[in-house]
Each structure stands twice: as C-alpha cells, then as structure tokens.
T-cell receptor
Framework: AQKVTQAQTEISVVEKEDVTLDCVYE???????LFWYKQPPSGELVFLIRRNSFDEQNEISGRYSWNFQKSTSSFNFTITASQVVDSAVYFCALSEAYSGNTPLVFGKGTRLSVIA | NAGVMQNPRHLVRRRGQEARLRCSPM?????VYWYRQLPEEGLKFMVYLQKENIIDESGMPKERFSAEFPKEGPSILRIQQVVRGDSAAYFC????????????FGDGTRLSIL
C-alpha cells in the first residue's frame, strides 16, 4: 500500500527565514510520481511540482527547491527567504507512474505560517 | 479560464437532504477524479471515472454516495441523505488520460451540513 507521511503538522517561521517541509513516502511500485501542492487560505490547490522516481536530480524554481532522496524515501521541500504569501498548507502526494492515471495518495499536510 | 470548473463553490444542506456537486473537466480531459478533504486532513481519493465508466470507486463510501460522468455534461458527485460527517471540501481533478499528464484540480466545493 502507498503512504505519505508529513510529520510536521505546523511550522512557524519569521519572514526571510529558510524553511524545509519534510515528506516521507512508502510504495512497492518501482516507478512512481511525487508531488507537492500548496493550499492557500482561499482553499484551492496549487500544483507546485511533479517528480518521476527515475529522476533524482534536485530541482530549483525561484525560492523553491526540492530534494528527492530515493535511499531514504524522502521528497523534501525547501522555501528560501520565506515570505508572508508563502503561508499555506502544503501537501506532499504520491501516485504510481506506469499508467499515469491512478489516484494520488496525499499526506496530511504541513501548515506553514510566515510571520512578518 | 479553461481550468477544471467545480460548482457550486459552497453548498449548505440540512441533514437528510441530497447534495449534488458538479465538475467540468479541462477541455480535452476525459478522466475525472473526486477527492474529499475533511477538516484539518489531507485529501482522500473517492472515485475515478472516465466518460460513462467508473474505473475505481474504492474510496467511495458504500452507501449514500454515487458518481457519474455522462457522455455529455459534467461529472456529478451525489450524496443522498446527508449527515453532519459529510461536511468537507470536495475536490475534482481531471487529466487527459495519456502521456502521463498530471491531474489538474478544481477549486473545490465546500459542503456544510446543518
């Protein structure tokens, strides 16, 4: 069975601090996708990234970066120089990849509060 | 905006009434997924449909819940005889079903049961 664990329920940081959100996953699939989504206070889900299990290269997009470590089954998300607008709930998710049409399994989310 | 459209955005029902949630997938997408987000929880998969077919309903409660995706028109998630525990945000996602394209999510329907 697939499982995603986000051990940090809530994190508070002061603006401009760096923050890392942890994500650990379990799957028996050899190929899979990992995702991060942002849910701001307005409630919609904003897609941030999808990573294929074959691609362990770290990714950087502006202030966002992702560290995929297959050896530890982790896909951590770092926000550099955090801003108040980063305050949201962040979800890590997993799906198998061979068909691309399977449901996502979500973690319970980490609520990030960035204080000015 | 050619994104996934869900309506209504907010829905209030009294216990025992029926709730109908609609989802129009992105243009060109023939695969629809419904997820439920209980308060302070992550999203949980409910049902996966293609046009006129239910592919996977393993996450759907056996009673009172049903889903359809007709040949024409939006996908409908129907909850009969709602109870307080049905209060949640219901998200719909769609994908084209090929090329391993990711799912795109709608803004959700917030269902409140009085």
């Amino acid at each position: 069975a697939q499982k995603v664990t986000q051990a940090q329920t809530e994190i508070s940081v002061v603006e401009k601090e760096d923050v890392t959100l942890d994500c650990v996953y379990e799957t028996r699939d050899t190929t899979y996708y990992l995702f991060w989504y942002k849910q701001p206070p307005s409630g919609e889900l904003v897609f941030l990234i999808r990573r294929n299990s074959f691609d362990e290269q770290n990714e950087i997009s502006g202030r966002y970066s992702w560290n995929f470590q297959k050896s530890t089954s982790s896909f951590n998300f770092t926000i550099t120089a955090s801003q108040v607008v980063d305050s949201a709930v962040y979800f890590c998710a997993l799906s198998e990849a061979y068909s691309g049409n399977t449901p996502l399994v979500f973690g319970k989310g980490t609520r990030l509060s960035v204080i000015a | 905006n050619a994104g996934v459209m869900q309506n209504p955005r907010h829905l209030v029902r009294r216990r025992g009434q029926e709730a109908r949630l609609r989802c129009s997938p992105m243009k060109g997408h023939s695969h629809v997924y419904w997820y439920r987000q209980l308060p302070e929880e992550g999203l949980k998969f409910m049902v996966y449909l293609q046009k006129e077919n239910i592919i996977d309903e393993s996450g759907m409660p056996k009673e009172r819940f049903s889903a359809e995706f007709p040949k024409e028109g939006p996908s409908i998630l129907r909850i009969q005889q709602v109870v307080r525990g049905d209060s949640a945000a219901y998200f719909c996602a769609s994908s084209p079903g090929f090329d391993n394209q990711p799912q795109h999510f709608g803004d959700g329907t917030r269902l409140s049961i009085l």
